[in-house]
C-alpha cells in the first residue's frame, strides 16, 4: 500500500470509528468530515458533476484529513435553502450560485452574473485582482460564512423560442421563463417573465403555458429535451454571460483549520472555476452539433434591436443598486462597474478583434 493510499484508508477508518461514538473528537485525530450540501442534482452535466468533483479533490488532496460528504439538491435540504444550511450549522459548506440568495443581499447577483455583465476570465480577474473577493468577504461576513468561485458555465445560450423573433416588436407578450436581474431586463423589453425550476420547464413548454424558456446552454439544454418543443435556439444570453457558481463555507469553522486545509479549500475552488468552465467549452458546442445535425434545431442570432435595447434596460437594473440605499450595495456596484469598464478595454480591443478576424479570415 503506497503512502497515499494507507492515508486515505486511515481517514476512512478514523472517520468510522468517529462515528460510533467511541473514538475521541475527530478534530482531536486530525480527520473531520464536512458535509457539503449543494443546488445542484446529482451528476448534473458540468454543475452537479463539478460539486462532487471538488469535494472529492478536497477529501483526496488533504490524504483524508478534511472529507467533504455531497449532498445533492434536496437530499439534505431543497435547493434554494444551501446557503441557509450553512449559516444555520447543519451543513458546512454549500454548492451554489450567488444569485440565488438575491433576498439576503441585491449585491450577491454580481458574483454569479449581472445582465450584459463580465465574461469568465473578466469575473475571475475582478474577485482575484480587483477588489472583489474582498467586497464579497464584507457582504457575506453578515452572514457569517465565506464565498469562493468554484465553476463558470460560460455565456450561456438566449433560450429557446417557439416563434422567430424578427425584432423587438415580437417580444411583447411572449411568456418567457428567465430568472432574476436577467428576467427584469426581458420585462422591460415587453416579456412576460416567469421562474421556474429545471424540472418544471419542460412541461410548460410543451403545454403551452410558455412561449419560451432558457436554462444554461447547450450541455445541459440537451439534457432537458426542449428541442423536442422548440425549435429556435437563440445565441447568445445577453442577460447570463459568463455566470460563476459559489462554494461557501462556515467562516468560523474554515477560520479554524489548519493554514494548509483552508489553502486546500480555496485551492481547489480555483482550480474547479477552470475546472467547470472548461467542461462546457468543450461540451458545449458538442451538444450543440447534436442539436442542429440530429434533432433540426435552427440556431439564431437576437435581432440587433433586441440586443441593443437589452443593453439600455441592463444599465437601468444596474444603475437601481448603484442608487440603493444600502451602502455596500452601492459600493460593490460601483467596484464592479469600474472594474468592467476597464477590463472591457483588453476584451474588445484584443480578444474580439482576433475572434472577429478569425472567424472571417481561418479556413482549414
Ligand atoms: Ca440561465
Given at each position: 500500500?503506497?503512502?497515499?493510499?494507507?492515508?486515505?484508508?486511515?481517514?476512512?477508518?478514523?472517520?468510522?470509528?468517529?462515528?460510533?461514538?467511541?473514538?475521541?473528537?475527530?478534530?482531536?485525530?486530525?480527520?473531520?468530515?464536512?458535509?457539503?450540501?449543494?443546488?445542484?442534482?446529482?451528476?448534473?452535466?458540468?454543475?452537479?458533476?463539478?460539486?462532487?468533483?471538488?469535494?472529492?479533490?478536497?477529501?483526496?488532496?488533504?490524504?483524508?484529513?478534511?472529507?467533504?460528504?455531497?449532498?445533492?439538491?434536496?437530499?439534505?435540504?431543497?435547493?434554494?435553502?444551501?446557503?441557509?444550511?450553512?449559516?444555520?450549522?447543519?451543513?458546512?459548506?454549500?454548492?451554489?450560485?450567488?444569485?440565488?440568495?438575491?433576498?439576503?443581499?441585491?449585491?450577491?447577483?454580481?458574483?454569479?452574473?449581472?445582465?450584459?455583465?463580465?465574461?469568465?476570465?473578466?469575473?475571475?480577474?475582478?474577485?482575484?485582482?480587483?477588489?472583489?473577493?474582498?467586497?464579497?468577504?464584507?457582504?457575506?461576513?453578515?452572514?457569517?460564512?465565506?464565498?469562493?468561485?468554484?465553476?463558470?458555465?460560460?455565456?450561456?445560450?438566449?433560450?429557446?423560442?417557439?416563434?422567430?423573433?424578427?425584432?423587438?416588436?415580437?417580444v411583447?407578450g411572449v411568456r418567457f421563463?428567465?430568472?432574476?436581474?436577467?428576467?427584469?431586463?426581458?420585462?422591460?423589453?415587453?416579456a412576460t417573465?416567469?421562474?421556474?425550476?429545471?424540472?418544471?420547464?419542460?412541461?410548460?413548454?410543451?403545454?403551452?403555458?410558455?412561449d419560451a424558456?432558457?436554462?444554461?446552454?447547450?450541455?445541459?439544454?440537451?439534457?432537458?429535451?426542449?428541442?423536442?418543443?422548440?425549435?429556435?435556439?437563440?445565441?447568445?444570453?445577453?442577460?447570463?454571460?459568463?455566470?460563476?457558481?459559489?462554494?461557501?463555507?462556515?467562516?468560523?469553522?474554515?477560520?479554524?483549520?489548519?493554514?494548509?486545509?483552508?489553502?486546500?479549500?480555496?485551492?481547489?475552488?480555483?482550480?474547479?472555476?477552470?475546472?467547470?468552465?472548461?467542461?462546457?467549452?468543450?461540451?458545449?458546442?458538442?451538444?450543440?452539433?447534436?442539436?442542429?445535425?440530429?434533432?433540426?434545431?435552427?440556431?439564431?442570432?437576437?435581432?440587433?434591436?433586441?440586443?441593443?435595447?437589452?443593453?439600455?434596460?441592463?444599465?437601468?437594473?444596474?444603475?437601481?443598486?448603484?442608487?440603493?440605499?444600502?451602502?455596500?450595495?452601492?459600493?460593490?456596484?460601483?467596484?464592479?462597474?469600474?472594474?468592467?469598464?476597464?477590463?472591457?478595454?483588453?476584451?474588445?480591443?484584443?480578444?474580439?478583434?482576433?475572434?472577429?478576424?478569425?472567424?472571417?479570415?481561418?479556413?482549414?
Open positions: 500500500m503506497d503512502r497515499r493510499s494507507f492515508i486515505r484508508t486511515a481517514g476512512v477508518l478514523g472517520a468510522g470509528a468517529a462515528a460510533t461514538g467511541l473514538a475521541a473528537p475527530a478534530i482531536a485525530q486530525g480527520n473531520i468530515t464536512w458535509r457539503m450540501v449543494t443546488t445542484w442534482p446529482k451528476n448534473f452535466p458540468g454543475l452537479g458533476v463539478g460539486a462532487q468533483r471538488l469535494a472529492d479533490r478536497i477529501t483526496l488532496a488533504s490524504g483524508g484529513r478534511l472529507t467533504v460528504q455531497v449532498y445533492s439538491a434536496g437530499e439534505m435540504v431543497p435547493p434554494l435553502q444551501s446557503l441557509d444550511a450553512v449559516i444555520d450549522g447543519s451543513a458546512e459548506m454549500s454548492h451554489g450560485a450567488a444569485y440565488y440568495w438575491q433576498n439576503k443581499s441585491p449585491a450577491l447577483s454580481f458574483f454569479t452574473g449581472v445582465p450584459y455583465g463580465m465574461t469568465t476570465p473578466e469575473l475571475t480577474a475582478w474577485v482575484r485582482f480587483m477588489g472583489g473577493q474582498e467586497i464579497w468577504d464584507e457582504i457575506y461576513d453578515q452572514f457569517g460564512v465565506q464565498g469562493f468561485l468554484s465553476g463558470n458555465t460560460g455565456t450561456q445560450a438566449g433560450g429557446w423560442f417557439r416563434d422567430e423573433l424578427k425584432s423587438v416588436e415580437d411583447k421563463r428567465t430568472p432574476g436581474l436577467g428576467g427584469r431586463v426581458w420585462e422591460k423589453l415587453g417573465v416567469t421562474n421556474m425550476a429545471a424540472g418544471e420547464i419542460f412541461q410548460a413548454l410543451q403545454s403551452g403555458t410558455l424558456a432558457e436554462f444554461v446552454g447547450p450541455y445541459n439544454d440537451l439534457a432537458l429535451g426542449f428541442y423536442q418543443v422548440a425549435k429556435n435556439y437563440y445565441m447568445p444570453s445577453f442577460v447570463e454571460s459568463g455566470l460563476a457558481t459559489e462554494l461557501v463555507v462556515d467562516k468560523k469553522k474554515y477560520q479554524e483549520l489548519p493554514d494548509d486545509l483552508q489553502a486546500i479549500i480555496r485551492d481547489v475552488s480555483q482550480a474547479e472555476y477552470d475546472m467547470v468552465a472548461a467542461d462546457f467549452i468543450a461540451n458545449d458546442p458538442r451538444a450543440l452539433k447534436t442539436l442542429v445535425e440530429d434533432h433540426g434545431v435552427q440556431v439564431r442570432n437576437f435581432p440587433d434591436d433586441i440586443m441593443e435595447a437589452g443593453a439600455k434596460a441592463s444599465v437601468e437594473v444596474i444603475e437601481e443598486l448603484r442608487n440603493s440605499d444600502d451602502a455596500l450595495v452601492k459600493k460593490t456596484t460601483e467596484s464592479f462597474i469600474e472594474a468592467l469598464n476597464l477590463l472591457r478595454t483588453r476584451t474588445e480591443k484584443i480578444d474580439a478583434p482576433y475572434t472577429a478576424a478569425r472567424q472571417k479570415y481561418l479556413k482549414y
